[in-house]
């Protein structure tokens, strides 16, 4: 078992009304937030008023008429994706929104069942369904906190699942949504501004925290 | 617990041979033809997937009627990384000097708070895109690490990107300077004067 994440993800979602088909490759080149090669190599899935999807080889976009994101799960481009977030609405300025969430996605690989098992024993209680089911397990969990630690207005919420994949056979995905509530872009832009190193860091103590308990334990 | 095997949305979706969208000139796609030309039709389902379960979550997917023109459906509709890392150190650059095949630059550790470095690196791993911004002054992000491919094989390489971020408007520049004098009037302290 490795207390280091196997696959990190980070997505910056906001909240608001958008006009999908104004958002593609080629206007974000027009605007200067991306250059000439990473606008000929962008893989276009869909634009259209309803959805526009498309990736660059470090980041995914995706915006439907309620809802903007960026999606990357290379760490050396977070920083990139944050800026490209920038450009966007210091571009969008006007546009109306309403929350952001700089959004976690952390697995790790518990290395074998046996400390999966465990580790889902760590998380709840399982016996008190015993008397009413038989060979229950626990598939997801979710934690809230409400109102934040540092007072600002919105939320965080945890969700722990686990999951099987190519890089973690007994992983556990953690899914941390450092959630904002924002009155307009400028608002926004400030709340990213001030708070990104600080998401960060707030997610590695929530993992290093539970990881440290968990090995307390065994 | 047990282990729940990841569902990937495009198990949910039928597939079919797709012409890539990205063969369309942007200026047309919002026409209806040329959009129903270029992404994948299939039996006039408008059913797509999209993730939006939990509010903000990213992990969760369930499907949604989008309004799409009929009888089409996304040809993907996933998120596909290309690239992935997860053991790099990472690095916030300054350019400080431009020599003939070299830069230099102070160097900031992302990770790790502390002072700066001086480094000296090669003009040839800037990307031909980036070549343009390197000025003195300009900020880049190194790292330097373990990388992945779709393939799951692993490379050590070095990424050097340059940071690009829309310029101010001259109402933002504005804003800024009235911000900046106001807060210098506003500073508390006695004036030190040389003598």
Redesign the interface.
């Known amino acids: 078992m490795t207390t ?6 980070i ?1 910056l ?1 906001t ?1 608001g009304s958008f006009n999908p ?1 104004i958002i ?1 490759p ?1 206007w974000l080149q027009g ?8 606008t000929e190599s ?10 526009t ?1 498309f ?1 660059l ?2 980041s ?1 976009c995706r915006v ?1 008429p309620e ?1 903007f ?1 960026l ?1 990357c ?5 977070f ?2 994706m944050r ?2 977030f ?3 609405f ?2 969008l300025r006007e546009t109306p929104v309403n ?1 952001i ?1 700089i ?1 976690h ?1 952390i697995v790790f690989d518990l290395g074998n069942a046996t400390k ?2 465990q ?3 760590f ?1 709840a209680t399982m016996d008190i369904w015993d008397e009413t089911i038989s060979h229950s ?3 997801t969990i979710e934690i809230l906190e409400q109102p934040r630690k540092d007072n600002l207005p919105g939320y965080r ?1 945890i ?1 722990l ?6 890089k973690a ?3 556990i ?1 953690i ?1 941390i ?1 450092d ?1 904002f509530e924002v009155k307009s872009v400028s608002d926004m832009l400030d709340v990213i501004s001030k708070n990104w190193q600080s998401s960060f860091d707030q997610t590695k103590l929530i993992t290093t925290s539970l990881w440290n308990q968990f090995l307390k334990r065994q | 617990m047990e282990p729940v095997l990841e569902e990937t949305v495009n198990t949910k979706l039928t597939s079919r041979q797709t012409k890539p969208l990205s063969s369309v000139p942007f200026d047309f796609l919002d026409k209806k033809d040329v959009v129903e030309n270029a992404i994948e039709r299939i039996d006039l389902e408008k059913e797509s997937l999209v993730h939006s379960k939990d509010q903000y979550g990213i992990s969760s997917y369930v499907e949604k009627t989008l309004d799409l023109p009929e009888g089409i459906i996304l040809n993907t509709f996933r998120y596909k990384p290309t690239i992935s890392d997860n053991d790099v150190v990472r690095w916030k650059g300054f350019v400080t000097e431009i020599k003939k095949k070299t830069f230099i630059s102070k160097l900031f550790d992302i990770d790790a708070k502390g002072t700066y470095e001086i480094g000296q690196l090669p003009i040839e791993k800037i990307d031909r895109d980036d070549l343009s911004l390197l000025k003195i002054g300009a900020t880049f992000y190194l790292s330097v690490g373990y990388f992945y491919n779709t393939n799951g094989q692993v490379q050590k390489k070095m990424i050097l990107k340059f940071q690009r971020l829309v310029s101010w408007s001259v109402e933002e520049t504005d804003e800024a300077a009235d911000r900046a004098t106001y807060l210098a009037k506003n500073i508390s302290g006695e004036t030190l004067e040389w003598k």
């Open positions: 280091e994440p196997v696959q990190y993800t997505a979602v909240i088909v593609s080629a605007k200067g937030a991306l250059g000439k090669q990473e962008a893989n276009i899935d869909i634009i259209h008023r309803e959805l999807q990736s080889s470090w995914t439907t809802r994101e999606i799960d290379s760490i050396s481009y920083e990139p800026d490209l920038q450009s966007i210091k571009v929350a969430g959004n996605v999966f098992d580790f889902g024993k998380l397990k626990l598939k919420n969700k699942e686990g999951i099987s994949n190519a056979k007994y992983g995905s899914s949504n959630h």
